[in-house]
């Protein structure tokens, strides 16, 4: 039984399937989840990559990285311009008010005082630590940065982001000779490097109230 089911899960739908769907599929998450900060995208990337890696044409893992920085790149834009209504309005937005709860003023504080001396570089880097995204786009929104300049630079941090989890991915799809294995490897390395920040945060939490 524990046989046919990992062989059911190791057969993947021909090429061209895969292609059809999957891109639109993970074009729509990504974007989801850079509107929605809940959604794992850089696991959705890894994983993507994983079965990009293992398909014959050689252009599959550049339309990954292509789709998945173009959504990356329209989320935070819908977002940040979702943000610039919240702060120009007097009762702000509940999206302005989402992206005030997931920041500590610690947090903010810090990210506006790197923003004065560097902007693109903080931006990228926004991108790449985990969990580093929302708070410098919160700075942006109040230092008043319009949505051309913060388009520029996030577009450079969307694509140094993909290419970073698509490496993953590729890392990944490598050690393992079967598709979904990679998958299985590229998710969870994902998904601990995008958890580890928040569980050490709590663990010092932890040990500053002890």
């Given at each position: 039984?524990?046989?046919?089911?990992v062989?059911?899960?190791g057969?993947?739908?021909?090429?061209?399937?895969q292609?059809?769907?999957g891109?639109?599929?993970?074009?729509?998450l990504?974007a989801?989840g850079?509107l929605?900060?809940?959604?794992?995208?850089?696991?959705?990337?890894?994983?993507?990559?994983v079965?990009a890696f293992h398909?014959?044409?050689?252009f599959?893992?550049?339309?990954v990285?292509?789709?998945?920085?173009?959504a990356?790149c329209?989320g935070?834009?819908?977002l940040?311009?979702?943000?610039?209504r919240?702060?120009?309005?007097?009762?702000?937005?509940?999206?302005?008010?989402?992206l005030?709860?997931?920041?500590?003023?610690?947090?903010?504080?810090r990210?506006?005082?790197?923003?004065?001396t560097?902007?693109v570089?903080?931006?990228?880097l926004?991108?790449?630590?985990?969990?580093?995204?929302?708070?410098?786009?919160l700075?942006?929104?109040?230092?008043?940065m319009?949505?051309r300049?913060?388009v520029?630079?996030?577009?450079?941090?969307?694509?140094?982001?993909?290419?970073t989890?698509?490496?993953?991915?590729?890392?990944?799809?490598s050690?393992?000779?079967?598709?979904?294995?990679g998958?299985v490897?590229?998710?969870?390395l994902?998904l601990?490097?995008?958890?580890?920040p928040a569980?050490?945060?709590r663990?010092r939490g932890?040990r500053g109230?002890?």
């Amino acid at each position: 039984m524990i046989d046919g089911l990992v062989a059911a899960v190791g057969e993947l739908p021909p090429e061209s399937t895969q292609q059809a769907v999957g891109y639109p599929t993970l074009f729509l998450l990504v974007a989801l989840g850079a509107l929605v900060p809940v959604v794992p995208t850089g696991a959705l990337v890894s994983s993507a990559a994983v079965v990009a890696f293992h398909q014959t044409s050689p252009f599959s893992p550049l339309f990954v990285f292509l789709v998945a920085s173009l959504a990356a790149c329209l989320g935070d834009a819908a977002l940040y311009w979702l943000g610039q209504r919240g702060v120009r309005s007097r009762n702000g937005s509940r999206w302005l008010a989402s992206l005030r709860g997931r920041v500590t003023p610690e947090r903010l504080a810090r990210a506006q005082e790197r923003l004065d001396t560097h902007q693109v570089p903080v931006l990228v880097l926004s991108r790449l630590v985990p969990a580093g995204r929302i708070p410098v786009m919160l700075a942006c929104l109040l230092g008043g940065m319009p949505l051309r300049r913060f388009v520029r630079g996030d577009a450079a941090a969307c694509l140094a982001w993909a290419a970073t989890y698509q490496l993953i991915g590729v890392l990944g799809g490598s050690l393992f000779p079967e598709p979904w294995q990679g998958v299985v490897a590229a998710v969870a390395l994902a998904l601990l490097i995008s958890g580890a920040p928040a569980v050490w945060r709590r663990v010092r939490g932890a040990r500053g109230g002890a």
